[in-house]
């Protein structure tokens, strides 16, 4: 299944790239290069690529290793906001705190909407 997805995004890229000549040898070897990496990385890595103009005299398709690169990039960006992310949940000690909160709030609401009801009512 990764390697299917992995073939998609490098097929798209070359086809992107106007790629005259990526045959189906060089895409066993940018698969067996990039065949580890999470194929959504890969995927996000070769569009990055896609729309990326070529510079005069730049290759139609980027190396696996730049692609590789791109993957780590992305990755270590990736697990940066994840652990961002993590940091800014509420400690397991705060969390059970929030649905008294939350209780609290909606008691507060049907009270102002019980004595809303109560003078429009007179």
Not at 22 to 35: I, K, S, W
Not at 63 to 84: K, M, T
């Amino acid at each position: 299944m990764s390697e299917i997805r992995i073939t998609k995004a490098l097929a798209k890229l070359a086809i992107a790239r106007q790629a005259a000549s990526f045959d189906e040898a060089a895409m066993e070897v940018y698969l067996e290069l990039l065949g580890t990496a999470k194929p959504a990385l890969v995927e996000a890595a070769c569009r990055a690529f896609a729309i990326r103009p070529r510079a005069d005299g730049e290759t139609a398709m980027p190396s696996a290793g730049e692609i590789r690169a791109e993957v780590n990039r992305l990755g270590h960006h990736q697990r940066e906001a994840e652990l961002a992310q993590r940091r800014s949940l509420p400690e397991s000690g705060q969390v059970n705190a929030f649905p008294a909160s939350v209780e609290k709030l909606k008691a507060d609401v049907r009270q102002r909407i019980d004595e809303f009801m109560a003078r429009r009512s007179m």
